[in-house]
């Protein structure tokens, strides 16, 4: 099927799609859900054997799939998130009569999503991407991933045949496989009015440029993933040194170092850097060597470190164990934070299970660190709370780079839920406006339209006076779920 | 001043400024309002030389300015606009204890603003974008438009003294005079975080260009204008075409036909053509020759006509009188619709008192014309209920191609409220996501981050457990004012 093809079908069903009532949309979106789940044994199968991932890992993220699914459903079932704004008529406003207007989001039609090979299922083709897309009411063209061809094809296949049950039009979800050249054709396709995208910086960088270029430039929301430094300071770290140091390396080599949230950069004080050190020596060696994705995620992790070897500045903890085919053999390396902030080199993500640990010397120093740092998905800060109050300079501008503050626990981990935050200032993605996972994602998708004295009759339900869905809508600037 | 000066002064105040609390940012807005009024006799008579616009329009667009700095001013001390999200903790659930997450927008950074020179108020130097980027909690840079320089330069002195009299550091507002070179150095600028503009296709569309090509690209919200097509149709136009022909006058010539609202495509069935026609031309020839703000748009106003005037496809309702220095001579020609799809040429933009009149034989041919129709800022259609009822596929289409719908009046006089959407689908905007009217607006500038497990006594106002700020929040996905 050539792409004019694929994108007339896909408007087209744009055109009827975008009309359907909330409740009809969560109902197309619980039988994906509901298809995946009768599929569960095959598609655990396939995804293992694609990704080296474990089963229960890809057990989890199937639920985590099916379970963001039914959040996107209640969400538009529930409808408030078209934020319904009525300014209503004052006929008799003087000098002249003020019109009514009704303002709501609304769809912005076919989305071209990419998905992710480290998330087989929870941000590939019935991931977070596609369903937000489909749940705000476009028709998605999903490229398949080649690290996973199978899972891919048979998930398409699950969600066609949801969109078969539910009567709606066969272009509301087209399942293309292709190469770089097929993932920009997508993107420049006239009918392409967004791009959802999860993987590497050059990779989603491209097709914010390509899509940047376009006659009609549309948006991008690429989620390409940072290092999620950890901030640690002396008192904190003092009372808690070992199940902190066994935090972080469990973190740093869960999923063989595979998210997005990893963990890759560590600043401690010069004070307990040795100790530190030792312990996570210690829970380093016990973290066994465990396969990657596929071979070439292997290959570019032995290579980035092969280039950090070079590199005088570093002095390190651990070094992997001698290059596999498959296999991750995490690593750590030291550097002091005046030689960390000399050079933006530090500052690249290795995907996979290596860390640097930046020493510093005092929290002064930490101020240079933050104001050099690019943006982050996640900074995480272990300080007891004198120190969060002694460091608020610090923590004002960890705010500005980063998309999630977290002040215990690890990065990775990303709940779905209402308030997350998966997202954050470029690098980490090209929108910062933007979330990737949880409720607000849906809003990627959709952009607001008014109706200016649109007869009530005519008024989509989100808008009509007697407010018919019962969701929450600001009238004159109140909020209210009260019928006008 | 240089710009590495300006911006770091500009993200020094930031830094400071986006911590102020709402209620301190609102007084501070209103501090401006107030200052803009102590000087309108000055403001006024400034304004009304430099843009040749009458006094008592000049004296209505400050009302609109302070108004509109009043309504962000109520919008953010309300404070309902951060989208305070709370999902609270749950400690007990199983496999994994559930972490407290809360997320809320915050502003974006220091952002460039570019005034617009058919508002020399309302959409300039405190117009909206300026306005909305303080209220979002971000500092301004902002260039001077060469048509109105004394003006511009005034009203920053304003601004300025509204910035020192709050308390507040002067890098929160700078004003900068500069041609075409500076323009694109502020948006090149790393510490700019965001821009807004008002104004041509060609300009607009370079910023985005520029800012799409940084290291690190930024939004882009850039408002170009459009030729808002009236759609009329048989019955509801039989029993109005007087009113109805001499409100489409009114509103082309309004303010010279300078707005960016400016209805410049108007479709008629061919049964009343000659009678619209009729009347149009009747109500035009009482309109007047009126100046244009200045002789770079009156030239381009006669050089566009001359490039029209080649066209066969064309037929003058009423040729412009001879070219002026300043003056703007209402023009109006007919074409049919089938000639009209054949030529993009003929969506461009005249900006002035120009419009074409399409005759079209059908409205199955709408259908087509809407196809083909490029993004708008409005459309309007004047359309009995019955005919509204038979057209719904039309303006199922017609809703893709804008970002205001009218089902009455006319599409100038932008009103200024909480469901206004002043913004369209591409070539209007660059960012259909966005508006530049109205209380929304203010999200062009900000950001969500989240907390993770932040301790009560560090989080936002906005964020804490009793909501101290009595905002609607969303806690686990229900909306309320309740405290936690």
Redesign the interface.
């Known amino acids: 099927m050539n792409l004019d093809t694929i994108f007339s079908a896909a408007q087209e069903a744009f055109?009827s799609y975008k009309?359907l009532s909330g409740s009809k949309k969560a109902d197309f979106l619980e039988k994906i859900a509901e298809t995946l789940e009768e599929n569960r044994k095959a598609i655990v199968l396939m995804a293992c054997r694609e990704s080296n991932l474990p089963e229960g890992r890809i057990n989890g993220e199937l639920g985590r799939t099916t379970g963001q699914i039914k959040l996107f459903a209640?969400?538009v079932r529930?409808g408030?998130w078209l934020e319904a704004?009525?300014?209503p008529a004052d006929p008799h406003r003087s000098p002249?009569p003020?019109?009514d207007?009704?303002?709501m989001l609304?769809p912005?039609?076919p989305v071209v999503v990419f998905g992710a090979s480290n998330f087989p299922l929870a941000f590939s083709t019935a991931g977070g991407d596609t369903i937000s897309a489909l749940a705000a009411g476009c028709p998605v063209v999903y490229k398949g991933h080649p690290a996973h061809p199978d899972t891919s094809k048979f998930i398409g296949e699950c969600i066609s045949q949801a969109v078969e049950k539910s009567g709606l039009p066969a272009g509301v979800f087209t399942h293309v496989v292709g190469g770089v050249k097929m993932g920009q054709d997508l993107v420049k396709h006239p009918a392409a009015k967004a791009v959802g995208f999860t993987g590497s910086y050059g990779a989603g960088k491209s097709l914010?440029?390509i899509a940047?270029?376009r006659d009609?430039?549309i948006?991008v929301y690429a989620e390409m993933g940072s290092v999620n430094p950890i901030f640690t300071f002396q008192e904190r770290m003092t009372n808690e040194l070992v199940p902190l140091a066994e935090s972080f390396v469990g973190s740093l080599t869960l999923g063989s170092g595979q998210f997005c949230t990893n963990p890759g950069l560590i600043f401690v004080p010069r004070a307990l850097a040795e100790n530190f050190e030792n312990a996570v020596s210690e829970a380093i060696k016990k973290a066994p060597d465990s396969p990657m994705l596929h071979e070439g995620i292997a290959e570019s992790y032995y290579t980035a470190l092969d280039n950090l070897k070079t590199r005088s500045e570093l002095n390190w903890v651990k070094v992997p164990n001698a290059k596999h085919l498959i296999n991750v053999s995490p690593a750590l390396a030291e550097i002091k934070a005046s030689d960390w902030i000399a050079d933006d080199l530090f500052q690249q993500e290795v995907f996979g299970s290596f860390a640097l640990m930046v020493v510093y010397e005092n929290e002064a120093e930490l101020l240079e660190v933050a104001k050099k740092l690019h943006?982050q998905l996640t900074i995480t800060l272990w300080a007891d709370?004198s120190e969060?109050k002694s460091n608020e300079e610090l923590?004002?501008?960890l705010?500005?780079k980063?998309?999630?503050?977290?002040?215990?626990?690890v990065p990775t981990?990303v709940?779905v839920?209402?308030?997350?935050?998966h997202?954050g200032?470029?690098?980490s993605t090209?929108?910062?406006?933007s979330?990737s996972v949880g409720?607000?994602a849906i809003k990627r998708f959709?952009?607001?339209?008014?109706?200016?004295?649109?007869?009530e009759?005519?008024l989509p339900e989100a808008l009509k006076n007697g407010n018919p869905l019962g969701i929450?809508r600001?009238v004159?600037?109140k909020?209210t779920?009260e019928k006008i």
């Open positions: 055109l009309n209640n969400q529930e408030s704004t009525i300014d002249l003020k019109s207007i009704r303002r609304t912005l039609g914010f440029n940047s270029d009609e430039p948006p943006g709370k969060l923590i004002n501008i705010e500005e980063c998309g999630r503050l977290l002040f215990s626990g981990g709940e839920g209402y308030a997350m935050q997202g200032p470029f690098p090209t929108d910062v406006r979330t409720a607000h959709a952009r607001p339209i008014a109706f200016q004295d649109m007869p009759e005519l929450m600001q004159n600037g909020f779920s």
